[in-house]
């Protein structure tokens, strides 16, 4: 099994630029090794460490991250159980199930 930051360094290989179009966006994973992510203009990058201008944060355990990463876990369930916390752009961190495919990162 992947740790969560190997998960997210292999996000960009599992983008799907074409459903993500003129997005432009960061996300700021608050995980035991801060990672974010910049999506913007059909690109993908990740970088370890913190980010002042996210648009969304995602909190939650590296265990967890790496289960709604894989699909094992439903986003929508972590939240409401208190797995995920998010702060900020609530409807982007809706978006970004879409935008990988989870196949690529098992």
Wanted: net charge negative; charged share 20%; hydrophobic share 45%.
């Amino acid at each position: 099994m992947s740790n969560a930051k190997a998960l997210i360094e292999m996000m960009p290989q599992a983008f799907d630029a074409s459903a993500a179009g003129d997005m432009s966006a960061t996300v700021q994973y608050a995980i035991s090794t801060p990672m974010h992510m910049v999506i913007d203009n059909g690109s993908c990058q990740v970088q370890e460490g913190e980010t002042d201008n996210a648009d969304v944060t995602l909190r939650m355990d590296d265990d967890d991250l790496v289960a709604l990463l894989t699909g094992e876990l439903n986003g929508m369930t972590a939240f409401m159980t208190g797995k995920l916390q998010v702060d900020g752009d609530i409807m982007l961190a809706q978006k970004l199930t879409s935008l990988f495919d989870a196949n690529r990162l098992q």
